[in-house]
């Protein structure tokens, strides 16, 4: 048998081992994902899809401050819950990787990770218990007198931001953990014989070797937590719209199928570019 017939029935195995997950991936996204941009172009009128094709969504969407500013929502809480995600994950991360002995390692994730062993439902109607003016906060601040009155911290967007940050440090945690284990003690020990302190170790070595699983992880964050309706319309009270509330409501109240898959791609498109940010960094860092 020749090398070229080995190699054309090494070939026709790999496409059969990849070919059913490439026909799911047609059936279930890309064909839905074509069908929903070709909805976008068309119009509601009455209660009729027509399918004519314009960009009369899009241009609504940029004309109507209630849409523009729904996205702009939606981009300044993933944004806020990213940054202290990454602040706070960190820090617990390196502890864990660190100063955790190796055998309580495995426990201490454990721990870490409890959060996402019960129902996200569950957790954000916690948060709202915990952060309502009758809550545990307001309670026990009151208790010590720090404060005369309940603060105003649930349905609201810091309520939002706090439900988030809860489950995303975990996330983070996992990420930036897995980098860390992986870095050779001899790294700090070039950069002590080179003269460097602890905090020039960590900025100039250590940061930017984890800076995969800090970005991995980021990039997780920014699209779970952009795509996501529950925790904002639990813990927001519906005071601040994000894009994922808007398009449920297009859905839900009026029946607009094109205009929801409108912002439905404009929320992909969001996605998208952050990926692309992403992508792009981590290249030239690893550079």
Same mark, same amino acid.
């Given at each position: 048998?020749? !090398?070229?017939?080995?190699?054309?029935?090494?070939?026709?195995?790999?496409?059969?081992?990849?070919?059913?997950? @490439?026909?799911?991936?047609?059936?279930?996204?890309?064909?839905? $994902?074509?069908?929903?941009?070709? &909805?976008?172009?068309w119009?509601r009128?009455?209660?009729?899809?027509?399918?004519?094709?314009?960009?009369?969504?899009?241009?609504?969407?940029? !004309?109507?401050?209630?849409?523009?500013?729904?996205?702009?929502?939606? @981009?300044?809480?993933?944004?806020?819950v990213t940054?202290?995600?990454?602040?706070?994950?960190?820090?617990?991360?390196?502890?864990?990787?660190?100063?955790?002995p190796?055998?309580?390692?495995?426990?201490?994730?454990?721990?870490?990770?409890?959060?996402?062993?019960?129902?996200?439902?569950?957790?954000?109607?916690?948060?709202? @218990?915990v952060?309502?003016?009758?809550?545990v906060?307001?309670?026990?601040?009151?208790?010590?007198?720090?404060?005369?009155?309940?603060?105003?911290?649930?349905?609201?967007?810091?309520? !939002?931001?706090i439900g $988030?940050?809860?489950?995303?440090?975990?996330?983070?945690?996992?990420t930036?953990?897995?980098?860390?284990?992986?870095?050779?003690?001899?790294?700090?020990?070039?950069?002590?014989?080179?003269?460097?302190?602890?905090?020039?170790?960590?900025?100039?070595?250590?940061l930017?070797? !984890?800076?995969?699983?800090?970005?991995?992880?980021?990039f997780l964050?920014?699209?779970?937590?952009?795509?996501?309706?529950?925790?904002?319309?639990?813990?927001?009270?519906?005071?601040?719209?994000?894009?994922?509330?808007?398009?449920?409501?297009?859905?839900?109240?009026?029946?607009? $199928?094109?205009?929801?898959?409108?912002?439905?791609?404009? @929320? &992909?498109?969001?996605?998208?570019a952050?990926?692309?940010?992403?992508?792009?960094?981590?290249?030239?860092?690893?550079?």
């Amino acid at each position: 048998m020749t !090398t070229a017939t080995l190699e054309d029935r090494e070939r026709r195995r790999a496409w059969g081992f990849v070919a059913p997950a @490439l026909l799911w991936t047609l059936a279930f996204f890309v064909v839905p $994902f074509l069908y929903m941009a070709a &909805m976008s172009l068309w119009l509601r009128q009455g209660r009729d899809i027509v399918r004519v094709w314009n960009l009369d969504n899009y241009a609504r969407f940029f !004309t109507e401050s209630a849409l523009l500013k729904g996205l702009t929502n939606s @981009l300044e809480i993933t944004l806020t819950v990213t940054a202290l995600s990454v602040l706070l994950a960190y820090p617990l991360a390196w502890i864990i990787a660190e100063r955790v002995p190796k055998r309580w390692q495995r426990m201490a994730l454990i721990l870490a990770i409890l959060p996402f062993w019960t129902s996200y439902v569950v957790r954000s109607y916690s948060w709202l @218990l915990v952060l309502s003016k009758g809550g545990v906060i307001n309670q026990a601040l009151l208790g010590i007198g720090l404060i005369s009155e309940p603060l105003e911290i649930a349905s609201n967007r810091t309520a !939002t931001v706090i439900g $988030f940050v809860h489950f995303f440090v975990m996330l983070l945690t996992l990420t930036i953990y897995s980098n860390l284990i992986q870095l050779s003690p001899n790294y700090r020990r070039a950069a002590a014989d080179l003269g460097a302190n602890g905090f020039q170790t960590f900025w100039h070595v250590v940061l930017p070797l !984890t800076l995969p699983g800090i970005m991995t992880g980021a990039f997780l964050t920014f699209v779970l937590c952009i795509g996501d309706y529950i925790t904002p319309q639990i813990l927001g009270g519906n005071n601040e719209l994000v894009l994922p509330q808007i398009i449920m409501l297009q859905i839900g109240r009026r029946a607009d $199928f094109p205009m929801a898959a409108a912002l439905s791609i404009i @929320l &992909m498109l969001a996605v998208t570019a952050a990926y692309l940010l992403c992508a792009r960094w981590l290249k030239i860092e690893r550079a």
